[in-house]
Nanobody, 126 residues
Framework: VQLQASGGGLVQAGGSLRLSCAAS????????MGWFRQAPGKDREAVAA????????YYADSVKGRFTISKDNAKDTVYLQMSSLKLEDTAVYYC????????????????????WGQGTKVTVSS
């Protein structure tokens, strides 16, 4: 599956952005999806994830209550709605797809994802 992230840009602190990740190739609806980010000089970190069937999202504590992940299987797209943006949200955001596996879902581990998009840059200014 190929992933194309978009929607990044420059936004003032307190503002909102919606990132999109469009998938092509294999059946999108069968993949668990995640968003990760990497700030300059920092390691990549998990932001949010959602199971292949949709439903509730999973979030890093740093974004809980401000970000919402959603999945539209009809459009082969996963979204990350970001609100109340902070300076520390500045990063390149990546979407990723994972084959669903049994057991406990370790959504926050990058190594569990099989496909990655190219990233979209989000810059939050004061």
């Amino acid at each position: 599956v190929q992933l194309q992230a978009s929607g990044g840009g420059l936004v003032q602190a307190g503002g909102s952005l919606r990132l999109s990740c469009a998938a092509s190739g294999r059946t999108f609806s069968t993949y668990d999806m995640g968003w990760f980010r990497q700030a300059p000089g920092k390691d990549r970190e998990a932001v949010a994830a959602i199971r292949w069937s949709g439903g509730i999202g999973y979030y890093a504590d740093s974004v809980k209550g401000r970000f919402t992940i959603s999945k539209d299987n009809a459009k082969d797209t996963v979204y990350l709605q970001m609100s109340s943006l902070k300076l520390e949200d500045t990063a390149v955001y990546y979407c990723a797809a994972a084959f669903p596996v049994g057991g406990i879902w370790v959504w926050y581990t990058a190594e569990k994802y099989n496909y990655w998009g190219q990233g979209t840059k989000v810059t939050v200014s004061s």
